[in-house]
């Protein structure tokens, strides 16, 4: 009983925070026609779930998200575990350049957003520094923020990846320095390559962390909608980059909001989503993660 009145607090805030909003989010899912006002609906089913997943907003949405998964994901993760064994193996300014890479994560998105517009956005005024790069090395310009969907897409994963990628060093960097040298020594001793000893020695000494960012990364790319938002405004239907979270945004406050029964089943389905792809990766886990 003791142990139980200790965890007694984060229970009922679980539950009161966590737990009774996703009972009552997948009740809402199955209320067909409910007014928000009257608090009262037409019947129970499966429409609402039928409704999202025929609404081009909400396939269009999934697009968007997918394709943030699948890009930023694996980049930012890779391109932090390059940095941080670089930085990892300067000793001297090591400190300095962690800090240096960390200031991304503890700016304001909607600030770095801005600074986004600025570089890629083109103006009757100004091409952006971007396109001034472009044009330099003999190309045309584009219009990042405003122009086709590829450029927009683009734009937004590079931007993703720009804010994600500091926590990331900073916890590879982390682990990285967590190593016992003993491990390097024995291999150093065997004549074993550098490359061969960071693919038999590090990565496996590091892979729950790796394991960790994976998870996270693919949950944080999920919900990603003030990203969006920081770069094409709040109007994400019409600049047609909008995201799974986005949507659901939209179907409770946005022009065409009032139905949460909509918004529900989105998170339902996204919840779905993100459980699926979870558990796939804790099996896939299971035989290349190593726990020392």
């Known amino acids: 009983m003791k142990g139980w009145l200790y965890l007694l607090p984060a229970i009922l805030f679980l539950g009161a925070f966590m737990v009774y909003p996703l009972i009552d989010v997948f009740i809402y899912s199955f209320e067909e026609g409910y007014n928000f006002a009257s608090q009262t609906y037409t019947g129970v089913g499966l429409y609402n779930y039928s409704y999202v997943l025929r609404d081009p907003y909400f396939l269009q949405a999934l697009r968007n998200t997918l394709i943030l998964v699948v890009v930023t994901v694996p980049l930012s993760t890779g391109l932090a575990l390059l940095i941080s064994a670089a930085l990892s193996s300067i000793r001297a300014l090591r400190s300095l350049y962690q800090t240096v890479y960390f200031l991304p994560y503890v700016t304001n998105t909607l600030a770095v957003g801005l600074v ?93 962390t790796l394991f960790y960012l994976i998870i996270t990364g693919f949950i944080g790319a999920f919900k990603a909608y003030s990203d969006a938002v920081a770069l094409f405004g709040t109007n994400l239907n019409a600049a047609q980059m909008n995201t799974i979270v986005g949507y659901v945004y939209d179907m409770l406050y946005g022009d065409s909001g009032g139905y949460p029964s909509y918004a529900s089943a989105a998170a339902i389905l996204l919840f779905a989503i993100v459980l699926t792809i979870t558990c796939i990766n804790l099996l896939i886990s299971r035989k290349h993660v190593h726990y020392s």
């Open 116 to 208: 986004f517009m600025i570089l890629f956005k083109k103006t009757p005024y100004t091409d952006g520094l971007v396109n001034l790069v472009i044009r330099w090395f003999g190309g045309e310009s584009i219009d990042f923020i405003d122009g086709p969907y590829w450029a927009k897409m683009f734009v937004l994963c590079f931007y993703t990846i720009w804010t994600v990628m500091p926590f990331k060093i900073l916890v590879l960097t982390s682990a990285l320095a967590s190593v016992d040298e003993v491990y390097y020594q024995a291999a150093r001793v065997d004549g074993t390559s550098k490359l061969r000893t960071f693919g038999r020695i590090t990565l496996p000494m590091i892979s729950p």
